[in-house]
């Protein structure tokens, strides 16, 4: 786990079992009592430490909540799958399951509506989440290009641009659909949003279309197969890795 001291805060070296134990009762008073009745003396308690403990480690609860949110998207790790399309479904589902948590889902939804009147609140969950999981993006996209299914950008600043880009369409997407939607990010939801974001929408539709015309060909044949089904480019089924 990273250490978080806060910026300008000197003493004694903290201890990481501490941390642990704090960040560990915070997210477990999340789930108890909710971000309205969740207090530092509580977590304090339940972490078996002194509240000036806390204090010392952090300003206030919001950055609190922040950083034991944060350790649960530490959590995510690139799978590889053998292919940028499996991959990219393995990263939305890790990504979905988390937010299903209920301790993600009140932390985060809260933190994010608080940091809308705080800006150093906003920069610290850029800081702790969001430039922390962009590194996803950054191996993956550099095993795509090793595979040969993704071209290697010559100039870094467009590289670093798309990679944003690439991070927010999947996370907006995942973070939409699990907390403001409220929908299953599924496995079939992870294919079609893989599909999307590999082909863009008018090739996802095309592809769509041809597949249908396909089945509908198979079936006026008497559901003799005409040949392998062309395969997107990137994309494997998962269930198959």
């Known amino acids: 786990m ?59 609860k919001n950055e609190l909540v922040v950083d034991a949110v944060a350790e649960l998207f530490d959590e995510l790790a690139l799978p590889d799958r053998g ?3 499996a991959d990219v479904e393995g990263v939305v589902l890790q990504l979905a399951a988390i937010l299903d948590r209920p301790e993600a889902k009140s932390g985060l939804m809260a933190v994010v509506a608080e940091s809308t009147r705080d800006e150093a609140l906003r920069e610290r969950i850029r800081a702790t989440i969001v430039d922390r999981q962009k590194r996803l993006v950054t191996v993956g996209r550099a095993r795509a290009q090793a595979r040969g299914e993704l ?29 403001v939607s409220a929908e299953p990010a599924d496995a079939e939801w992870a294919r079609s949003l893989t599909r999307v974001l ?7 539709a095309a592809a769509e279309g041809a597949a249908v015309e396909s089945a509908a060909a198979e079936g006026a044949a008497g559901g003799e197969s005409t040949g392998p089904a062309r395969p997107v480019p990137g994309e494997r089924d998962a269930a198959t890795t």
């Open 198 to 204: 590999l082909l863009g929408l008018a090739g996802a």
């Open 83 to 85: 292919s940028l399309g």
């Open 2 to 60: 990273q250490s978080r001291t806060p910026a300008g805060r000197t003493g004694r070296p903290r201890s990481a079992a501490a941390d642990t134990a704090i960040l560990a009762a915070t997210r477990a008073a999340l789930v108890e009592l909710g971000w309205s009745k969740l207090t530092l003396g509580d977590v304090a308690t339940r972490a078996g430490v002194a509240k000036t403990t806390l204090y010392r480690r952090w300003a206030g």
């Open 151 to 179: 071209p290697v950008e010559s100039d870094s600043g467009d590289a670093a641009r798309t990679a944003d880009l690439i991070f927010d369409m999947v996370a907006g997407a995942v973070v939409h659909r699990s907390l």
